[in-house]
């Protein structure tokens, strides 16, 4: 189990008002090694936030930069602190001890806690937990993420704090040699609020010495001076009467110039608006002449009454073609159905049973007539030969009468016989009647075909007469030859709207070019040039008053600077204290020079002394340091980089395996990260007394690592939370497995939060 430490750690997160959290709370983490897993937008980034926030103040809104501010309240929250041999007794009841806390008091003697509300009011409650580091070093050192991992800002000031926090003394030697330098800063510095700056006093005394000297020269240059100024005052008002007639007529010549070039301007853009319109009027000819030999001359020309003419004409052609076609359509159907019963008739199976049956019935006819007769036939011949023979009249009688019966039996079957069918007359005389319905409805149609033909050639004629003879007969084609005929009459129209409309603008851009002539001729004449003139002239003429102008202020200058000159020594004349003066500053500067001069110098001692003790320190602990984060950056990269140095020049370089010198440039993202993450670690081991009750927060630094190095990186972090707490949060399952399998194979602790 990992040695436990007496200085408290971060236990739980109370989040009255921050970001998208309010009254939250998170924990309990544990002094070592604390993984906080959560998806995107769980809240991770937002409670790493929260941590700086409460220990070194609330950001300030600026640009796009996300300040967690919530709406409608302000934020708020705290840090509750524990130390580790408190922790069984209070694991039962830290909730309680939260929940009872509410408003940051009553907390348990063992928590120590860190309120923040408004930046105005300061960090509250136990502040001596973040006495020992500063802003800079928390987000250097202690907040961490990938874009942090890339570099180590101010690398020399932050190793130098770290390195000489446990110097023994009452402040950090680094903080002291800051404040030193910033003493010294202002002993040299040259800036007029540096009141203590020994060149500002150096020259401001030799200033002072050199006044003391003139004044005793200028009393006797005085008078002449006086006598100068008002011989001088005539001659300055002269010359600046002068100076002010040259300003007005260069004036009006740059004014005229500047109207000129606005009219030479205007001029170039009514040229250009002239031919735009001209070419315009003969695109919109040439589109309107093209436009009309896209269809024949006379529809291009028809009015819009002789269109709706000829397009009633073409509705009752085509109305007149639809009655016709529907005529067509009815005697073909009707030929079709008569066709169709005709067709009927001959393959229905009722007339092929008709006649089979009355082939069986003509049989059956045939035999009855041939058998029956011929059997009752025998029956009574015999009978009447045996009456006869024997005497018998009864015999003879029956014989007879079967005799007589079968005879008219047959008789009477004979003439069924060859008696006419009824039903067979009757389906000839359908059939009769099914052919002559059909052949009728034949001669209907090939008459209503015949003058759909004649119809189809008067609409061609007509077609051609109105001038659609393109259309081929087809009216549908008629009506989109005047359709297009239509479109082609309303682009022309447009056509020569757009040419009336060009040529009505370069009319008035030739109008407005005339006048443009008289006001150049006008504006000329007013500056006295010729009405020919152009701006090369007014240049010239420019230049030539320009001349007589410089020539003219400098001569007015070089009087407007004597007279001050001779103003300024008469005012110093009226001031004859003024070398009393002088001599008493003098003095006053000199004591304050030596004064100075004392101070600088025991500040340079001590500048000295402080540089001493701290290149002492680094040199006792930085090879321990890059020792360090060797070692970590080996374990990290499995030995494919073996050592972590400083040049000659004082910057990084890595070593790998065959003793190749890389800067950190040349390395991949990951393994420049990996190199940055080895250093913060090996500083944080070094100098563990910096910073003792705060965590070291880490958010997702391990989302570039491959798996193998980041199992590596896993063992540096669970190093680095033997000495101090450390916050990893992650979005990743397989980077907070890795933590936990590094904790267990090293049997150290590590505490597990799902948000």
């Known amino acids: 189990m990992a040695e436990q430490r007496s200085h408290p750690y971060l236990q739980y997160l109370r989040i009255e008002h921050f970001g998208r959290f309010t009254d939250h709370t998170v924990g309990p983490f544990g002094p070592h090694l604390n993984i906080v897993l959560g998806g995107n937008e769980a809240g991770k980034t937002t409670l790493a936030s929260f941590v700086g926030g409460v220990l070194f103040g609330w950001e300030d809104a600026r640009g796009n930069r996300n300040t967690y501010k919530p709406v409608g309240a302000d934020r708020a929250g705290s840090l509750f602190f524990a130390v580790p041999e408190a922790l069984e007794e209070k694991s ?17 003697p063992e928590t120590f806690v860190l309120f923040r509300g408004r930046n105005a009011d300061g960090l509250q409650g136990d502040v001596e937990l ?3 580091i500063d802003r800079d070093t928390f987000r250097t050192m202690f907040s961490l993420n990938s874009d942090e991992l890339r570099g180590l800002r101010n690398t020399t000031d932050t190793t130098a704090k770290l390195l000489t926090a446990g110097a023994g003394t009452g402040s950090s030697p680094a903080h002291a040699l800051a404040h030193v330098n910033e003493r010294l800063a202002a002993f040299t510095s040259r800036a007029a609020s540096a009141e203590q700056s020994i060149p500002r006093l150096a020259a401001l005394k030799n200033e002072l010495r050199h006044a003391q000297q003139e004044a005793s020269d200028q009393a006797d240059q005085w008078r002449a001076q006086d006598r100068e100024l008002h011989e001088l005052e005539p001659e300055r008002e002269a010359m600046a009467q002068r100076v002010d007639e040259s300003n007005r007529f260069i004036e009006n010549l740059t004014a005229a110039k500047s109207a000129l070039e606005a009219l030479n301007a205007e001029q170039e853009k009514l040229q250009e608006e002239i031919d735009t319109a001209r070419a315009a009027e003969a695109d919109a000819r040439n589109h309107a002449r093209n436009r009309q030999a896209r269809v ?8 819009a009454a002789e269109d709706r003419a000829l397009r009633d004409r073409l509705d009752a052609l085509g109305a007149r073609e639809a009655r016709q076609a529907h005529s067509v359509e009815v005697a073909r159907a009707n030929y079709a159905s008569s066709t169709a019963v005709y067709e009927a008739l001959l393959e229905t199976d009722n007339a092929a049973s008709d006649r089979r049956r009355a082939r069986s019935k003509r049989s059956m006819q045939t035999a009855f007539l041939v058998v029956v007769p011929t059997v009752l036939f025998l029956l009574g011949v015999p009978l009447f030969i045996m009456g006869r023979d024997r005497g018998s009249l009864s015999y003879m009688a029956i014989g007879a009468a079967l005799s007589v019966f079968a005879g008219l039996l047959a008789l009477g079957g004979f003439v069924t016989l060859f008696r006419p069918d009824k039903e067979g007359t009757a389906r000839k005389q359908r059939f009769d009647d099914a052919h002559w319905v059909m052949v009728q409805d034949k001669k209907k149609l ?3 075909q015949g003058a759909e033909a004649d119809l189809a ?8 007469e109105v001038g659609l003879g393109a259309a081929a007969g087809s009216l549908r084609q008629a009506r989109m030859l005047l359709d297009e005929a239509q479109e082609v009459r309303t682009a022309v129209a447009l056509d020569d ?8 603008r370069a009319v008035r851009a030739e109008q407005r070019l005339r006048e443009i002539a008289a006001e150049k001729a006008v504006l000329l004449e007013r500056v006295g040039l010729e009405v020919d003139s152009d701006l090369a002239a007014i240049d010239e003429e420019l230049e030539h008053r320009a001349r007589q102008r410089t020539g003219l202020l400098e001569t007015f200058e070089s009087m407007n600077r004597r007279s001050g000159e001779l103003a300024s020594a008469l005012a110093q004349a009226r001031c004859e204290q003024d070398y009393d003066r002088c001599k008493l500053e003098t003095q006053q500067v000199s004591t304050r020079l030596d004064e100075a001069k004392t101070d600088f110098a025991r500040l340079l001692l001590a500048k000295r002394m402080l540089e001493a003790a701290i290149a002492t320190w680094e040199s006792k602990r930085q090879p321990e340091v890059y020792a360090k984060a060797s070692r970590l950056l080996a374990l990290m990269t499995e030995g494919r980089w073996t050592e972590v140095a400083l040049t000659a020049e004082g910057t990084l370089e890595v070593v790998d395996a065959v003793k190749c010198r890389r800067a950190p440039v040349h390395l991949s993202l990951g393994t420049c990260q990996q190199l940055y993450l080895a250093l913060r670690i090996a500083l944080l081991t070094s100098a563990d007394n910096v910073g003792r009750a705060i965590p070291i927060l880490a958010d997702d630094i391990l989302v570039n690592f491959d798996e193998r190095r980041r199992a590596g990186a896993a063992r540096a972090l669970v190093e680095l ?10 979005c990743h399952e397989d980077v907070a497995r890795a933590l936990k399998k590094a904790a267990k194979q090293q049997g150290r602790p590590a505490a597990l939060i799902d948000l």
């Open 296 to 303: 024949p001359r006379p529809l291009a020309q028809i009015t």
């Open 457 to 464: 050639r008067e609409v061609e004629a007509e077609l051609v």
């Open 446 to 448: 090939e008459a209503c």
């Open 497 to 504: 709207q757009r040419q009336q409309a060009a040529a009505a």
């Open 92 to 108: 039962s009841t830290a909730d309680a001890d939260l929940a009872a806390r509410g408003d940051g008091t009553g907390a348990p």
């Open 130 to 132: 973040a006495a020992d």
């Open 721 to 730: 939370a033997e000495t101090r707490q450390v916050i990893l949060f992650t």
